[in-house]
């Protein structure tokens, strides 16, 4: 019969790549989209794209008693429905927005507003599983697109050495990156032939990022900067970490190697990432060098923002939670 598998959010960028990789997945069985603005059009008709039968429904529609369900609402609309879902005994929930990835109420407060439901932030699990393993419960936090490729490639540099001055982070995405709903910022006329920085000291990647790489070492407050570019997808971003006794490079490229032996979508390579090395796939690349002059290690790591991260991280931590192999229905995203 396979996997009862429903998908809230089923018509913006992430959703559509859920759908489309669900749709394809060897485990999944029935599966039921639910979208607020296309409740009862033909999937295949609002995206042509989709080689996918059936119809959009309105989220009140999906009958209850899934398997699994993944919401892939905005940030601060996703909570009530993730808590209602794990009420009505949805066996696995993998939520997308920023709901659920910061530890408590009042970091959540600081950067969101006030949480919609505080209760469920302990038991969530952070769903970049190279980092933290499979997820044993029953709440995933996929990652945002940003935290993924800045912790991937500072984790293993975090864990191992000690006093880090500070850390910089530079980063390049696709106009994608900013959701489905069009804007003035996302424009065709004010994207094409330019790059802007935005959202920069306050960006909410920031805290996550903070937080997340605490669990694995000490690491100060992170700057971050976020930049716009005319691509539709991908991301590249480069980090600067001033550190007391700069180690090598190769070094650096052999503890990716050591971390990172055994899963399907992290590599590390002398040569420096291009957003195209990734771009359609659910592959984090990183690399590494070391300004000698300035006593920099810099770090490089590249993503593509709606696979590795968002949708296809969310069915790689399906996945795993369940027990099947991490690239299962991924297989061509490597």
């Keep these: 019969m396979g996997l009862r598998v429903g998908v809230y959010g089923g018509s913006g960028y992430t959703g559509v790549e859920l759908v489309r990789l669900l749709a394809g997945h060897p485990e999944v069985g029935a599966l039921s989209i639910a979208s607020r603005g296309y409740a009862g059009l033909g999937i295949g008709d609002v995206h042509p794209q989709l080689a996918v039968d059936g119809t959009y429904v309105s989220p009140e529609e999906i009958e209850e008693g899934h398997d699994v369900a993944f919401v892939a609402y905005g940030h601060g609309e996703s909570a009530e429905t993730v808590r209602d879902l794990l009420r009505s005994g949805t066996h696995l929930v993998i939520d997308l927005s920023a709901d659920f990835r910061l530890p408590s109420g009042e970091l959540y407060g600081e950067w969101y507003g006030e949480h919609p439901t505080p209760e469920l932030l302990a038991e969530a699990h952070y769903g970049l599983p190279e980092v933290f393993g499979a997820s044993l419960g029953r709440l995933v936090a996929n990652p945002g697109c940003y935290p993924t490729a800045a912790i991937l490639a500072l984790a293993p540099v975090v864990k191992r050495m000690e006093g880090i001055r500070s850390v910089t982070i530079n980063a390049l995405s696709g106009v994608s990156g900013a959701g489905a709903k069009p804007s003035v910022k996302t424009h065709f006329v004010s994207v094409n032939e330019s790059a802007v920085a935005y959202g920069a000291p306050w960006h909410r990647h920031t805290p996550e990022i903070e937080t997340i790489l605490r669990r694995v070492g000490e690491v100060p407050e992170v700057t971050f900067v976020p930049h716009l570019i005319p691509i539709t997808r991908g991301e590249l ?23 990172y032996e055994g899963w399907s979508f992290v590599e590390a390579r002398e040569e420096y990432p291009h957003v195209a090395h990734v771009a359609n796939t659910n592959r984090c690349r990183l690399s590494a060098a070391v300004d000698g002059r300035a006593g920099r290690l810099l770090l490089f790591s590249a993503v593509d923002n709606l696979l590795k991260g968002a949708s296809g991280a969310a069915v790689q931590n399906m996945n795993l939670a369940l027990g099947y192999e991490e690239d299962l229905g991924l297989e061509h995203l490597k």
Aim: aromatic share 8%; charged share 35%; hydrophobic share 50%.
């Design 237 to 259: 971003e480069t980090i600067v970490v001033d550190v007391e006794g700069v180690p090598e490079a190769g070094e650096v490229l052999d503890w990716f190697a050591e971390d």
